[in-house]
C-alpha cells in the first residue's frame, strides 16, 4: 500500500515513476504490503501463461518463499536510485531515509530485491553515488550496502515514533525471510 501523499507521475530516471504529492518528512511509512496486495504462491504461478509470470516478476516483488507480491495502488512504478528516497532493508515496509520535498520523485534501491531471479540493469539514476550496473545478489545484501542502508536508516527510525503515521511500520521483513537478529553493524 502507498502512502496518500505518492502518485504516479514524470519521472527524470524512467519516464514514469512515483512523486510526492506534498513534503513528506524523514521517517514516514510511505509503503508497505496490506490485504490489497496480491500475492502468488510457486504452484499459482505454474498455472498462468507465462507472459502474466514475467510481468509479475518485472513489476511484483519476489519473496524469500518465491511467491510472487504484486504491490497494490500503482507502487510497482517506484523507480530505482542507488541513493534511494525510501529504503526498506530489513523492514515490513518503505521508510523515507531524508525529507522528500512537494513534486520529487520517490525511489527506492532495487538491490534491496534479493529473491529475483538473477538480472542486472545499467543504472542513469544520476546520483553522485550511482553504481552504473545494478545486479541482484542472490538473496544476501549486496556486499558492502547493508551497512551504508542502516547508517541511512538510522536517523529516519530515531524519528519515526515522533512522524506521524498514515501506515504502520510492522516488525519483520517484506520479503518473508527469517529476520537477522545481528547488529546492523554486523550486517554486511
Do not use: K
Not at 527510525?157 to 553493524?185: F, I, M, S, W, Y
Amino acid at each position: 500500500m502507498l502512502h496518500s501523499a505518492l502518485h504516479p507521475g514524470f519521472s527524470a530516471v524512467a519516464g514514469t515513476g512515483i512523486v510526492a504529492l506534498r513534503d513528506i518528512p524523514m521517517g514516514t511509512v510511505l509503503w508497505g504490503p496490506c490485504p490489497g496486495c496480491r500475492t502468488w504462491d510457486v504452484a499459482e504461478q505454474r498455472t498462468l501463461v507465462p507472459a502474466v509470470v514475467d510481468w509479475l516478476d518485472e513489476f511484483g516483488y519476489r519473496l524469500a518463499d518465491r511467491s510472487l507480491l504484486l504491490p497494490c495502488r500503482g507502487a510497482h512504478l517506484l523507480n530505482h536510485s542507488c541513493e534511494a528516497t525510501v529504503l526498506d532493508h530489513g523492514l515490513a515496509g518503505g521508510l523515507a531515509v531524508r525529507d522528500i520535498r512537494a513534486g520529487e520523485e520517490v525511489t527506492g534501491d532495487y538491490r534491496t530485491f534479493r529473491y529475483d531471479t538473477p538480472w542486472e540493469f545499467d543504472c542513469h539514476c544520476g546520483s553522485a553515488g550511482c553504481a552504473g550496473t545494478v545486479r541482484s545478489t542472490g538473496g544476501a545484501p549486496p556486499t558492502g550496502l547493508a551497512g551504508g542502508w542502516q547508517r541511512r536508516m538510522a536517523p529516519a527510525l530515531a524519528v519515526a515514533a515522533t512522524v506521524p503515521q498514515e501506515l504502520p511500520l510492522r516488525a519483520g521483513r517484506v520479503d518473508g525471510a527469517p529476520l537477522d537478529r545481528r547488529a546492523p553493524e554486523e550486517v554486511s
